[in-house]
């Protein structure tokens, strides 16, 4: 039980900082995405972070999931479109 909560605060502090973190940085654009890079995506409360491993067209590329490996179109990320909460962000090396 207690360690339960102290995941919970630990959890709350974590998201606090993200959140700091995120008003001090600043979108990019879909544009500005290059091969073999690592990005960090929200839309529609669905977070991803990926590696484009190639380009299939224009504005459109083929990405790996950093933590479950399977591979997918950037477009499907935003297929139904962009949401309130849309975040699109390069991750440093």
Do not use: P
Request: aromatic share 16%; proline share 0%.
């Amino acid at each position: 039980m207690k360690l339960n909560i102290f995941l919970q605060v630990q959890w709350t502090e974590y998201l606090k900082e993200l959140q700091k973190l995120r008003e001090l940085l600043m979108s990019i654009s879909i544009e500005t995405v290059r091969v073999g890079k690592d990005y960090y995506l929200v839309n529609y409360g669905e977070i991803h972070e990926f590696t484009v491993t190639k380009a299939t067209g224009y504005k459109d590329f083929l990405c790996k999931d950093l933590h479950s490996l399977e591979e997918f179109k950037l477009s499907e990320l935003t297929a139904y479109g962009k949401g309130k909460d849309f975040e699109f962000y390069g991750l440093d090396d």
